[in-house]
C-alpha cells in the first residue's frame, strides 16, 4: 500500500484511519483508488486526508526511475486531440516513456478532473502529468503541488497560476497574420468569429485581428466581432447573423477550422461563394481545412510540436529541473489554399 512516510512527514495511514473512523485497510483502499468502497467511506476518508495533510507518494522504488506519464485530453473525437497525441507519442517513444491517455476530464465548461482519478494517478505511480486544454480547479493545482507531481499544461484555457508551466502557440501573431492576409487581398470590412470569450486562444486571436486592422488605419466595428464555442453549428449561427448586417463583412477570420465549416455551411445557404463572395480564413490547419471544398486558408497551430515541447519540458521536470520560462509559445504561420481571394468591385 502507499504510506504516508514517517512521523516527520506526516502522519501515518492509521492515523487518517482513525481520524475517519475506518480501518487501515479500508484508507488503504481509498488511497490506491480501489473502487470497492462505499461513496461515503471514501468522502469521510478522502476528508481526512486532506485535514491531515497526508502526502500520497507514488508506487515506485527509488532505484528504479518511473517510466510512465499521463496525458490528459479534451476528447479523444477530433483531430486536434489526434495531433496532440501524435506528438506526445512521439516524444514519449523517444524518452522511453509509457503514456496513459485519460480523456474527457478538462473540458471546459461543467466536470472538472475528479478526485479519484487524482488517486488513481499517484497509485499507479505516474511520474507527472501532461494536461490538454484543461481548467483545473485551484484546489487540484494545489493539490498537484503538494504531491510533487510535475505537470505541464498544452494550451491551457485560461490563464495559468503563477509558476505553471505551459506550452501554446503564438496566437496574437496568428490572429494579426490572418487579418494582414486579407487586409493585403483588399479587404477592410473583415469579421472575426472566436470561441470561448474568456478563453486565451480565443481573445488573443481576436486581439492580434485588432492589432492588424489598427496598423493598417481601418476601423474596428464591434458588430464584425462574435463569439461562438468552437462547434460547427454556433459558427453557422455567427455567420447568418453578420450576413444579415446592413453592411455584412467581405471576409471573415473564423478562430478554429471546424467553425469554419460551420461558415461554409451558412455561405451555402444563403447562395454565397468562397471566395468570390466572401473569403474564410480559419486557424489550426487541421486534415479538414484540406478536404473542405474550396481548400481552407488557415493559420497553422503547431499542434503536434506543441505536445512533443510539452512532454519534453515535463522530462527535465521529472528530472528535477525546472525550465526557466513558465510560458513557452510555437509560431504560427499562414497556409494559403483557395478560400480567399480579392477583394472584388461592387
Not at 492509521?14 to 468502497?37: F, I, L, M, Q, Y
Not at 485581428?209 to 458588430?223: D, H, I, Q, T, W
Not at 474564410?280 to 497551430?301: I, K, M, S, Y
Request: net charge positive; hydrophobic share 40%.
Amino acid at each position: 500500500m502507499v504510506r504516508g512516510g514517517s512521523a516527520t512527514a506526516g502522519p501515518t495511514l492509521a492515523v487518517v484511519a482513525r481520524e475517519a473512523g475506518v480501518s487501515v485497510p479500508t484508507a488503504s483502499k481509498v488511497v490506491n483508488g480501489r473502487e470497492d468502497v462505499a461513496p461515503e467511506t471514501r468522502r469521510r476518508v478522502t476528508e481526512a486526508l486532506d485535514r491531515l495533510g497526508y502526502v500520497r507518494r507514488p508506487r515506485f522504488e527509488a532505484s528504479k526511475p518511473p517510466r510512465m506519464v499521463d496525458l490528459v485530453v479534451h476528447s479523444l473525437e477530433s483531430s486536434w486531440s489526434g495531433a496532440v497525441l501524435h506528438g506526445v507519442e512521439q516524444a514519449a517513444h523517444d524518452a522511453g516513456l509509457e503514456v496513459v491517455v485519460s480523456a474527457g476530464l478538462t473540458r471546459t465548461r461543467g466536470a472538472r478532473p475528479e478526485r479519484g482519478w487524482f488517486d488513481k494517478l499517484t497509485a499507479r505511480g505516474s511520474a507527472g502529468v501532461l494536461f490538454n486544454l484543461a481548467e483545473l480547479s485551484p484546489a487540484q493545482y494545489s493539490w498537484l503541488t503538494q504531491h510533487r507531481i510535475p505537470f505541464v499544461l498544452i494550451d491551457p484555457v485560461l490563464e495559468p497560476p503563477p509558476g505553471v508551466v505551459s506550452v501554446g502557440a503564438a496566437n496574437w501573431q496568428g490572429g494579426m497574420t490572418a487579418a494582414d492576409h486579407l487586409l493585403a487581398l483588399g479587404h477592410e470590412r473583415i469579421a472575426v468569429i472566436a470561441g470561448y470569450r474568456r478563453k486565451m486562444c480565443g481573445s488573443a486571436r481576436v486581439a492580434g485581428y485588432r492589432s492588424a486592422l489598427s496598423a493598417a488605419g481601418v476601423p474596428y466595428r464591434p458588430e464584425y466581432v462574435r463569439y461562438g464555442n468552437f462547434m460547427e453549428t454556433t459558427a453557422r449561427h455567427r455567420m447568418l447573423q453578420l450576413l444579415d448586417l446592413p453592411e455584412p463583412p467581405t471576409a471573415v477570420f473564423v478562430c478554429s477550422d471546424k467553425m469554419a465549416l460551420g461558415v461554409y455551411e451558412a455561405l451555402a445557404e444563403r447562395g454565397l461563394r468562397v471566395p468570390d463572395d466572401i473569403s474564410v480564413v480559419g486557424f489550426d490547419d487541421l486534415p479538414e481545412a484540406r478536404w473542405a471544398t474550396p481548400g481552407l486558408t488557415t493559420v497553422r497551430q503547431p499542434l503536434s510540436e506543441m505536445a512533443q515541447t510539452a512532454l519534453r519540458l515535463l522530462v527535465r521536470m521529472m528530472e528535477g529541473d525546472q525550465p526557466e520560462g513558465t510560458r513557452t509559445e510555437l509560431s504560427t504561420r499562414l497556409v494559403e489554399r483557395s478560400s480567399t481571394g480579392a477583394l472584388r468591385p461592387a
